[in-house]
């Protein structure tokens, strides 16, 4: 069964950086092309980026809002991926999902979740 | 960006009622389309892709159709754990966009 666990999020202050952690089980993570989704409260998704494995290349794309501020990663001899988010803006308080990428570009399998708040 | 336009925001059904979502994309698709689940809480949860094709484990009740640019998802003999947030998605490009969500309620 596909389980994936995120972690790492928390308050933080407008300006800072935070990094989210996505603990992958079930599959065989290094093929895998992973996402992140974020859902600000009480409102809709939000694609934010996407990594292709390494074998396919290890690219990833980013949404034009987080761009040039979040990166992610992937440490596949951890079944990890992650998300450094720095420049931290109140607009980024959301709950954040790692996502699988199916071969149609759906999102397939989903984590809980991680809230992460901007405030000062 | 591909603009994802859902109808209605909310809807009244009670148990046994079909209810109809519809979503409206910017510019054609194909096929492209995806549909997902979310109760309140919960992660979303992905119903249908391909604009048609049933994920595994979902009841057949759920139904999808459309191409290019209209799309629908029907559920059939609404059933009480069908109450949740509908939001269609765009796969064919990027960046990847949602709708807005549908909220199906009690009546």
């Known amino acids: 069964e596909v389980q994936l666990v995120e972690s790492g999020g928390g308050l933080v202050k407008p300006g800072g950086s935070l990094r989210l952690s996505c603990a992958a089980s079930?599959?065989?993570?290094?093929?895998?092309?992973m996402n992140w989704v974020r859902q600000a409260p009480g409102k809709g998704l939000e694609w934010v980026g996407r990594?292709?494995?390494?074998?396919?290349?290890?690219?990833?794309d980013y949404a034009a809002p987080v761009k040039g501020r979040f990166t992610i990663s992937r440490d596949d001899s951890k079944n990890t991926l992650y998300l450094q988010m720095n420049s931290l803006k109140i607009e980024d308080t959301a709950v954040y999902y790692c996502?699988?990428?199916?071969?149609?570009?759906?999102?397939?399998?989903w984590g809980q979740g991680t809230l992460v708040t901007v405030s000062s | 960006d591909v603009q994802m336009t859902q109808s209605p925001s909310f809807v009244s059904a009670s148990v046994g009622d079909r209810v109809t979502i519809s979503c409206r994309a910017s510019q054609g698709i194909s096929t492209s389309l995806a549909w997902y689940q979310q109760k309140p809480g919960k992660a979303p949860k992905l119903v249908i892709y391909?604009?048609?094709r049933l994920q595994r484990g979902v009841p057949s009740r759920f139904s999808g159709s459309g191409s290019g640019t209209d799309f629908t998802l029907t559920i059939n003999s609404l059933q009480p754990e069908d109450f949740a947030t509908y939001f269609c998605q765009q796969a064919i490009s990027f960046p990847r966009t949602f709708g807005g969500g549908t909220t199906v309620e009690m009546k």
């Open positions: 990594i292709k494995s390494k074998a396919d290349g290890g690219t990833t």
């Open positions: 079930g599959f065989t993570f290094s093929n895998a092309w």
């Open positions: 391909g604009a048609s």
């Open positions: 996502t699988t990428d199916s071969p149609v570009s759906t999102f397939d399998s």
